[in-house]
Nanobody, 122 residues
Framework: QVQLVESGGGLVQPGGSLRLSCTFS????????VGWFRQAPGKEREFIGR????????YNVDFKKGRFTISRDKAKNTVYLQMSSLKPEDTAVYHC???????????????WGQGTQVTVSS
């Protein structure tokens, strides 16, 4: 059974940075894609991007402007989401999720972490 634990959230001022971590356990890390998502109050969940098993990253076009960077540390079984120049509209619960299969051309995320709150406010 895959388990995912997010950490690193908190309160940050506008313009600040945070690095979220998603620690993976239970299966072979390299066999899974790990995606980052966020959900703000009253809004639908957004896909930010994913880290592939080989260590590459793919981003939702709305997050390709350089403020969000996904990376993978294979030795630590951890995927990171580095966020910079944060804005109040980035306030949300951030989740990571793992997938090892594709259905209808897209990854099916079967395992989810509990989420970590990010609040951007002065």
């Amino acid at each position: 059974q895959v388990q995912l634990v997010e950490s690193g959230g908190g309160l940050v001022q506008p313009g600040g940075s945070l690095r979220l971590s998603c620690t993976f356990s239970g299966r072979m890390f390299g066999n899974y894609v790990v995606g980052w998502f966020r959900q703000a109050p009253g809004k639908e969940r957004e896909f930010i991007g994913r880290s592939t098993g080989s260590g590459g990253s793919v981003y939702n076009v709305d997050f390709k402007k350089g403020r969000f960077t996904i990376s993978r540390d294979k030795a630590k079984n951890t995927v990171y989401l580095q966020m910079s120049s944060l804005k109040p509209e980035d306030t949300a619960v951030y989740h990571c999720a793992a997938s090892s299969r594709i259905i209808a051309g897209d990854y099916e995320y079967d395992y989810w972490g509990q989420g970590t709150q990010v609040t951007v406010s002065s």
